[in-house]
Nanobody, 124 residues
Framework: VQLQASGGGLVQAGGSLRLSCAASGLTLSSNAMGWFRQAPGKDREFVATISRSGNTIYYADSVKGRFTISRDNAKNTVYLQMNALKPEDTAVYYC??????????????????WGQGTQVTVSS
């Protein structure tokens, strides 16, 4: 099982990026998916999660209204559209697949598979 996160980069404050998370060895349509991030010197934190159907979505308060999580089960891929980026969004972003419950969760403990992370840097 492999989750490949991509789409990170350097962007100015106010800009946008779209992260992708493609899976191999795993059919994501059975899994809830999440995005988490870890800034230097800080703990990894929840960003967004989406149920297996895509009907239930939760966001961290810090990204609500700016970030959008979505999924394309036919492409076995999950996305994180990030708009109005701020310097405090700078972090390594990780995608994760849950243990097959299909239910979205903000807790890292309920995610079984993790991607390698993609760096997002927002300059002021």
């Amino acid at each position: 099982v492999q989750l490949q996160a991509s789409g990170g980069g350097l962007v100015q404050a106010g800009g946008s990026l779209r992260l992708s998370c493609a899976a191999s060895g795993l059919t994501l349509s059975s899994n809830a998916m999440g995005w988490f991030r870890q800034a230097p010197g800080k703990d990894r934190e929840f960003v967004a999660t989406i149920s297996r159907s895509g009907n239930t979505i939760y966001y961290a308060d810090s990204v609500k209204g700016r970030f959008t999580i979505s999924r394309d089960n036919a492409k076995n891929t999950v996305y994180l559209q990030m708009n109005a980026l701020k310097p405090e969004d700078t972090a390594v972003y990780y995608c994760a697949a849950d243990w097959n419950s299909g239910l979205p969760s903000t807790s890292m403990r309920l995610y079984e598979h993790w991607g390698q992370g993609t760096q997002v840097t927002v300059s002021s």
